[in-house]
């Protein structure tokens, strides 16, 4: 047995998304304090970032279809024994039936909502991971998860030391989204607003930055708006998401479903301006009017007027601005997070 702790993760992508950045903060966090870390992944747009922090990383085609559950996992064991892994974190509820198959001590990673029965191993499941209290009701209720395993890590990222104001750059305003582009991403209802502010002669451009399954339909419906002129979609390769975010005067989250996700966390603690729908989990982050603007969700014509108000009135945006980032870094200063749940699962196997 190694000296020091041992974790496995296994990630099914690195694409531009919050979950990816969750992930990068995670093992770079646990790298730092003399994890032992191994990553197995297919790669993707950010694998670069990964290839630069203290993970070793081994490569899988990070597609699981039910027929290649057990030759996986067999996989996995023999890896998790290489690297003298104490624990398997894997990442995701499209890898639950994954982690079930493990032979040995698992946590379980989720970061969206769940809506159906979770595949999971009651003997060696160590931990359900999850971001926000309000998905504990459904992973417990619908996803069959045991709640006494429940373990609760806020997202929590890193504040930049400096950063642009929103309005004061040159050029074009950029309103922007950002994260994976999955049904739930509301990224139509984000592109029907910007038609309405086009038509109401706003001369800003919209981005759209992410990657995911929805993204060609969202792709389609740019097009069939008439918008490909005005809009960007981009999955940038850079060294943090939170230089990504400061290209952006306003940041929008107008996912349908879930909670708000790890960028727009990042872009409240960077004091970008931001628009976020009333999702679970949306009102015990913000104060409406003060930190953030909240909206209705599936309401193109509720996010156009919020939208164009925000950019009307520049001292308005700054002033959410400095109050979401004074709040960001003082809920970061309370929140404990992977490292105490490291010591939590595995601290005491020295004197197993």
Known sequence: ?????????????????????????????????????????????????????????????????????????????KLARAVEADLTYVLGAELASLGARLAGPYALELTGPIRSPIDH??????????????????????????????????????????????????????????????????VEVFLKAARKLIQRGEKAHFIILGQGPAESRARRCALDLGLMDRVIFAAPAAPSTAEILSTLDVFVDPRTAGAPGWLTHEALAMGLPCVITEVQGAFGLVEDQEDALLVPRNEPDALTGMLADLLSDSDWARKLGKSARAKARK??????????????????????
Do not use: Y
């Not at 702790?5 to 992930?23: D, K």
């Not at 709640?147 to 929103?166: C, G």
């Open 121 to 186: 191993h009651p003997g060696h499941l160590r931990a359900v991971v999850h971001p926000c209290s309000t998905l504990e009701e459904g992973a417990v209720n619908r996803g069959g998860l045991p709640r006494d395993r429940m373990r609760m890590i806020p997202h929590q990222p890193a504040h930049p030391a400096r950063l642009v104001p929103a309005f004061k750059r040159k050029g074009e305003r950029r309103v922007g989204c950002a994260g994976a582009i999955l049904d739930t991403s509301g």
């Open 1 to 77: 047995m190694s000296s020091s702790p041992s974790i496995l993760f296994i990630a099914s992508h690195l694409s531009l998304s919050g979950s990816t950045e969750r992930l990068r903060h995670c093992v770079d966090s646990l790298a730092q304090s003399g994890t032992r870390v191994t990553l197995a992944t297919p790669g993707g747009c950010r694998q670069d970032e990964f290839a630069e922090l203290d993970v070793e990383m081994v490569h899988w085609r990070g597609e699981l279809s039910p027929w290649q559950v057990p030759f996986v996992a067999r996989r996995m064991q």
């Open 331 to 352: 809920r970061h200063a309370e929140q404990n997070g992977w490292g105490a749940l490291l010591e939590e699962l595995i601290g005491d196997r020295a004197g197993a």
